[in-house]
């Protein structure tokens, strides 16, 4: 009886949950995998670049770490978030109040409508193309969810958390600092708060990516507005799950009060290596020209090859399409041993496009290159 009852409570877990989108990529991973030369994977935004030698150092020096790190972070760790706030968003005034470390953006995307008390009759709202986890985290939270394409012709009832990303994943796209305004102003009016993803923000191509915190954008307050932001990234750190919100301190606040409770805490040395890759810029500007010169080479072959790109004016990815379905696209780049995203994980407006990642090394890339000519 405890068993079945245990089954049933698993079971209602699992279905509030969408299917795992990469299962699906499977069969056409082993194709890729046969080509002679071995597969070239562009299907994930994951970083193959080395973790930057003063990170690595700082981890290591932090590694006595016996005791129990803090949720809210070193005082190194909040002086350093303030400081990068600072100097790349342009935000002044932040307080350590108006900082929280987390474990890795997609945990926090994840969890934040169930730990902002989100629940059944709430509605949350993410754009129609998207990171599959933002509805994720409101179908955890049991919480009602829709896309839009421009977030002021929602209805504002019921709605109490509004997604934004920018630069986009899977597109590219990023939102002018006039969009911006314009949203912040009318989230506020409604009452609504705004978590704006900007995990992309420094690798802005052709756009200079904006924050909600840029004070054109909210005013010079915070009021009603978070950003999100990683070191996954601009500092090769997916491994270390190293990221953290700025805004407004009451959410923060109340954030941090619910998972002191739930024991989230990024590991002390994590937060030491944190701290070194917020104060410096050097390897951020070094992996930027990485990925500027793997773009520049994936992008001009896409095209050659008839693609069409669209958007991907900041970010990791190039977002292509064909003119034909996602799948077909997919499978027939499998055949030339190359794998990429279907864009339907992102939302069926994305079912005749593939999100092709520049996140592989330079010889992988120069693969893919020279089996696309």
């Known amino acids: 009886m405890q068993e079945q009852q245990e089954r049933a409570i698993v079971l209602a877990v699992s279905d509030l949950l969408p299917v795992f989108p990469w299962d699906k990529l499977e069969s056409y991973k082993a194709t890729a995998a046969a080509h002679p030369d071995g597969i070239v994977d562009l299907s994930v935004g ?13 981890l290591v020096d932090g590694a006595d770490s016996p005791g129990y790190p803090t949720v809210w972070g070193t005082p190194a760790l909040r002086d350093a978030i303030v400081s990068w706030c600072e100097r790349r968003l342009g935000a002044h005034g932040l307080t350590h109040h108006h900082v929280l470390p ?11 409508p169930t730990q902002l008390g989100l629940g059944p009759g709430d509605r949350v ?22 896309v839009y ?27 002018s600092k006039d969009e911006l305004t314009r949203i912040v102003a009318w989230a506020r009016e409604h009452g609504i708060l ?27 307050s915070y009021e009603g507005v978070v950003a999100v932001q990683s ?3 601009r500092s090769n750190l997916a491994g270390y799950r190293a990221a953290f919100l700025a805004g407004d301190s009451a959410v923060l606040g109340e954030l941090l009060k619910i998972r002191k409770h739930g024991g989230m805490m990024a590991p002390a040395p994590v937060q030491a290596a944190a701290a070194a890759a917020l104060g410096d810029d050097v390897h951020v500007h070094e ?7 793997r773009r520049t080479a994936l992008r001009a072959a896409l095209v050659e090859h008839g693609f069409t790109i669209e958007h991907s004016e900041a970010g990791l990815y190039l977002w292509a399409t064909r003119g034909e ?41 120069a693969a893919a290159v020279a089996r696309l000519a």
């Open 287 to 293: 992996q930027r020209e990485r990925y500027t010169a």
């Open 125 to 146: 709202a993410y754009p129609r193309l998207a990171y599959p986890t933002y509805e994720v985290g409101a179908r955890l939270a049991r919480a009602d969810h829709e």
């Open 149 to 175: 394409d421009d977030p002021t012709e929602l209805d504002p009832r019921g709605l109490k958390l509004l997604w934004l990303n920018s630069p986009s994943n899977p597109t590219g796209r990023v939102l």
């Open 194 to 220: 705004v978590l704006s993803d900007e995990c992309y923000l420094e690798l802005g191509w052709d756009a200079d990516p904006v924050s909600v915190l840029h004070p054109d954008v909210c005013g010079g």
């Open 325 to 365: 379905s996602c799948w077909d696209t997919v499978g027939h780049l499998a055949g030339l041993g190359i794998l990429v995203a279907p864009g339907d994980f992102y939302g069926t407006a994305g079912e005749r496009h593939v999100r092709v990642a520049l996140t592989a090394s330079d010889e992988r890339v």
């Open 102 to 112: 987390v474990v890795g953006s997609k945990e926090l995307v994840a969890w934040a």
């Open 231 to 233: 070191l996954s990234k």
């Open 46 to 58: 994951t970083p193959v670049d080395p973790v930057p030698e003063l990170v690595q150092k700082a």
